[in-house]
């Protein structure tokens, strides 16, 4: 896990990358480098964080034996071993899958992309075709921006704030604004928060020459990869299989050289990821597991979770999250995440990392994606209707956005957004969306920053394609039967999941934001939405919004969500980033 960057098309390359790779030092504490082709106006640039063959050997940009590519690289190919064992011809230097990554795109090109397990964004240059070439994994679990330079160049990124450090403009969006405090939708299409700056897309590749524009093609298709058809084979025999891919995805995202601990909650997914280790690790694993607590016990997990350890030798390390430190931390995420992010929960997580760093673990292990795989949230069961719109943010009964609250002017420039439906049921369509434009997404780009920030690695067993493919196929029943959703699932999990936990209803992972945000957190949260206020009245309908919030803090309504939002553009505000 690193943090990469690029200049192609620039006089100044080397001392923009330069600055670009210092101000994503807490991606990789273990080293840098930078690599110049000075008559090209090319440098690639790396911070590195050390999972894999800890020595120097493992150091970036690596350069290829024939010396025709650089590769600049942030992420984890798991089946890296058996890769090399294809590529046993390579005069391989290093035991990282960095250079299995190298070595592969010598041998195929593009083509060995499909052959890569795991979750990646990386930089090419060919020094013979004079190209560039951009890269992101399938789903996006890694980061990477993009952003055109004054002189006709490219500048590419982990985080957008390198962009910045070489020179893009920092100018706020106001379109991804607007739709973002109209409708909730963020991180549903390669618009970023910041005008000039766009995300690489998941599963595709971008390709530079100079001269001409940037282009991008899909590699990736996941609804091509699905088909139109469900899956015809028996329950059993997808139990087999699923359950099969299920420990191979555990098993490879064990492969460190460096302590793997795992992320739990009390739910269905944590419980099933803590199964599957204790099958592929064995009974007497002892790996760290860290969960967080808010303080208010309304909101405890805790029970749930030691359940769930009982009679393992796994040591939990609880992280509690208390009202009078989310000032600060949430002053520091914004800085961390660069653009909104999900709130207490995030801020939660925050310390999940910062504590796994501290006892020493690397890297952790989550549970994301089995709700968007297995149908897992409570609008999948109303699919039928199929006038009633799914919501973008769920789990209360009032709305999460106050678009009546904004200006005329802001409501205008609000983006539609209809998501794509290349199947012939709305049920995966659903999923479909989910996955790519709006729950997960947004969920990768908070934990990426998350883990980064505290110089962790976070791996997600749960986004092997190999799962989310076989899953996307099944007919609609073996994921909801009757009013329960994961159906399958929970059948493919009898052996690793009590049936307490397996069979338990799905609970929102919930947070005291509501109840803190109307009270301990009441004076700072009005301050931040004041700033926010003050700094772009021509966003907001300024009495609308007061009435809102005093309406709110009286008790009134039980989402949160748009008080949230508020609060972001007044984070935001006060680092100077909407003036």
Same mark, same amino acid.
């Given at each position: 896990?690193?943090?990469?960057?690029?200049?192609?098309?620039?006089?100044?390359?080397?001392?923009?990358?330069?600055?670009?790779?210092?101000?994503?030092?807490?991606?990789?504490?273990?080293?840098?480098?930078?690599?110049?082709?000075?008559?090209?106006?090319?440098?690639?640039?790396?911070?590195?964080?050390?999972?894999?063959?800890?020595?120097?050997?493992?150091?970036?940009?690596?350069?290829?034996?024939?010396?025709?590519?650089?590769?600049?690289?942030?992420?984890?190919?798991?089946?890296?071993?058996?890769?090399?064992? /294809?590529?046993?011809?390579?005069?391989?230097?290093?035991?990282?899958?960095?250079?299995?990554?190298?070595?592969?795109?010598?041998?195929?090109?593009?083509?060995?992309?499909?052959?890569?397990?795991?979750?990646?964004?990386?930089?090419?240059?060919?020094?013979?075709?004079?190209?560039?070439?951009?890269?992101?994994?399938?789903?996006?679990?890694?980061?990477?921006?993009?952003?055109?330079?004054?002189?006709?160049?490219?500048?590419?990124?982990?985080?957008?704030?390198?962009?910045?450090?070489?020179?893009?403009?920092?100018?706020?969006?106001?379109?991804?604004?607007?739709?973002?405090?109209?409708?909730?939708?963020?991180?549903?299409?390669?618009?970023?928060?910041?005008?000039?700056?766009?995300?690489?897309?998941?599963?595709?590749?971008?390709?530079?020459?100079?001269?001409?524009?940037?282009?991008?093609?899909?590699?990736?298709?996941?609804?091509?990869?699905?088909?139109?058809?469900?899956?015809?084979?028996? /329950?059993?025999?997808?139990?087999?299989?699923?359950?099969?891919?299920?420990?191979?995805?555990?098993?490879?995202?064990?492969?460190?050289?460096?302590?793997?601990?795992?992320?739990?909650?009390?739910?269905?997914?944590?419980?099933?990821?803590?199964?599957?280790?204790?099958?592929?690790?064995?009974?007497?694993?002892?790996?760290?597991?860290?969960?967080?607590?808010?303080?208010?016990?309304?909101?405890?997990?805790?029970?749930?979770?030691?359940?769930?350890?009982?009679?393992?030798?796994?040591?939990?390390?609880?992280?509690?999250?208390?009202?009078?430190?989310?000032?600060?931390?949430?002053?520091?995420?914004?800085?961390?995440? /660069?653009?909104?992010?999900?709130?207490?929960?995030?801020?939660?997580?925050?310390?999940?990392?910062?504590?796994?760093?501290?006892?020493?673990?690397?890297?952790?292990?989550?549970?994301?994606?089995?709700?968007?795989?297995?149908?897992?949230?409570?609008?999948?069961?109303?699919?039928?209707?199929?006038?009633?719109?799914?919501?973008?943010?769920?789990?209360?009964?009032?709305?999460?956005?106050?678009?009546?609250?904004?200006?005329?002017?802001?409501?205008?420039?609000? /983006?539609?957004?209809?998501?794509?439906?290349?199947?012939?049921?709305?049920?995966?369509?659903?999923?479909?969306?989910?996955?790519?434009?709006?729950?997960?997404?947004?969920?990768?780009?908070?934990?990426?920053?998350?883990?980064?920030?505290?110089?962790?690695?976070?791996?997600?067993?749960?986004?092997?394609?190999?799962?989310?493919?076989?899953?996307?196929?099944?007919?609609?029943?073996?994921?909801?039967?009757?009013?329960?959703?994961?159906?399958?699932?929970?059948?493919?999990?009898?052996?690793?999941?009590?049936?307490?936990?397996?069979?338990?209803?799905?609970?929102?992972?919930?947070?005291?934001?509501?109840?803190?945000?109307?009270?301990?957190?009441?004076?700072?949260?009005?301050?931040?939405?004041?700033?926010?206020?003050?700094?772009?009245?021509?966003?907001?309908?300024?009495?609308?919004?007061?009435?809102?919030?005093?309406?709110?803090?009286?008790?009134?309504?039980?989402?949160?969500?748009?008080?949230?939002?508020?609060?972001?553009?007044?984070?935001?505000?006060?680092?100077?980033?909407?003036?």
């Amino acid at each position: 896990m690193c943090g990469i960057a690029a200049i192609a098309g620039s006089k100044d390359a080397e001392r923009r990358v330069g600055r670009m790779i210092n101000r994503l030092r807490h991606r990789g504490p273990d080293g840098e480098g930078i690599w110049t082709d000075n008559a090209g106006g090319v440098s690639l640039g790396q911070r590195r964080l050390s999972i894999l063959d800890l020595s120097v050997q493992g150091r970036q940009p690596m350069t290829s034996a024939n010396g025709r590519f650089v590769l600049t690289y942030n992420g984890e190919v798991y089946n890296y071993r058996e890769l090399r064992s /294809e590529l046993a011809d390579y005069p391989f230097h290093s035991q990282t899958d960095t250079e299995v990554v190298l070595a592969a795109w010598v041998r195929w090109g593009e083509a060995c992309l499909d052959r890569l397990i795991g979750m990646f964004a990386f930089v090419v240059w060919d020094t013979h075709a004079r190209t560039l070439i951009a890269v992101r994994d399938r789903f996006g679990v890694k980061p990477l921006y993009v952003a055109s330079l004054e002189e006709g160049g490219i500048a590419l990124a982990s985080e957008i704030k390198a962009l910045h450090t070489a020179g893009v403009p920092a100018t706020a969006d106001p379109v991804t604004w607007s739709t973002y405090l109209a409708t909730g939708l963020h991180e549903h299409s390669t618009r970023t928060f910041w005008s000039g700056v766009s995300a690489v897309p998941a599963g595709t590749i971008l390709h530079w020459e100079a001269g001409k524009p940037a282009t991008l093609r899909r590699w990736y298709d996941l609804a091509a990869r699905v088909g139109q058809d469900v899956d015809p084979r028996s /329950e059993a025999t997808v139990r087999e299989e699923y359950l099969g891919l299920l420990e191979d995805s555990v098993r490879l995202r064990f492969r460190s050289d460096v302590p793997v601990g795992i992320n739990l909650s009390g739910g269905l997914d944590s419980s099933t990821l803590l199964g599957v280790v204790r099958a592929v690790q064995g009974a007497d694993s002892d790996v760290k597991a860290f969960t967080f607590v808010c303080d208010d016990e309304r909101y405890d997990e805790l029970p749930w979770v030691q359940g769930m350890l009982e009679q393992t030798k796994h040591s939990l390390i609880t992280c509690t999250l208390r009202p009078d430190e989310v000032p600060a931390l949430a002053a520091r995420m914004m800085v961390a995440q /660069e653009e909104p992010f999900g709130g207490l929960p995030t801020l939660a997580y925050g310390k999940i990392f910062e504590a796994a760093r501290a006892a020493g673990v690397i890297v952790l292990l989550d549970g994301q994606g089995m709700d968007e795989q297995w149908a897992g949230y409570d609008y999948y069961r109303s699919v039928t209707d199929d006038k009633k719109p799914a919501p973008i943010v769920q789990g209360a009964k009032d709305p999460a956005v106050r678009p009546e609250c904004l200006t005329p002017d802001l409501r205008r420039l609000v /983006e539609p957004f209809t998501p794509p439906s290349p199947f012939p049921d709305r049920l995966r369509n659903l999923q479909l969306r989910d996955a790519l434009h709006t729950k997960i997404p947004r969920a990768l780009r908070f934990n990426d920053r998350v883990s980064m920030a505290a110089s962790t690695e976070l791996r997600e067993p749960f986004l092997d394609h190999r799962l989310f493919e076989l899953a996307m196929k099944q007919p609609a029943d073996r994921k909801i039967r009757g009013d329960v959703g994961k159906h399958l699932l929970r059948e493919i999990t009898t052996s690793l999941v009590p049936a307490g936990l397996r069979l338990a209803p799905k609970r929102a992972l919930q947070t005291p934001q509501r109840e803190w945000l109307r009270g301990p957190l009441r004076s700072w949260a009005g301050e931040q939405i004041e700033a926010g206020l003050a700094a772009h009245s021509d966003w907001f309908d300024i009495p609308a919004a007061h009435h809102a919030w005093n309406s709110y803090v009286a008790g009134e309504g039980d989402n949160s969500f748009w008080v949230w939002q508020w609060l972001s553009v007044g984070l935001a505000a006060q680092r100077g980033e909407l003036s």
